[in-house]
């Protein structure tokens, strides 16, 4: 694949990617929820905990993919 068809994939990538706001959002009640649970001293739900670490952990490199392939993007090509 040349850099050409590589950054016209990158281009539809990005246009079919869920918005930066769309995944600040996620990240945002991914990480209230987490720190609400944590907080909670009485939450005996191991595995909910486990389950919020893992939605902030998967939205948190949600968005840094996107903030990625989004910069991949705008670098003028240097070849």
Do not use: W
């Amino acid at each position: 694949m040349n850099s050409l068809n590589a950054q016209v994939d990158l281009s539809n990538a990005a246009r079919e990617a869920p918005s930066n706001e769309v995944l600040c959002r996620r990240l945002v009640i991914a990480k209230t929820h987490l720190d609400r649970m944590e907080r909670d001293g009485t939450c005996k739900d191991l595995s909910a905990l486990s389950s919020a670490r893992v939605e902030f952990a998967l939205a948190s490199r949600a968005l840094a993919d996107a903030l990625i392939a989004q910069e991949a993007v705008s670098e003028p090509d240097d070849y």
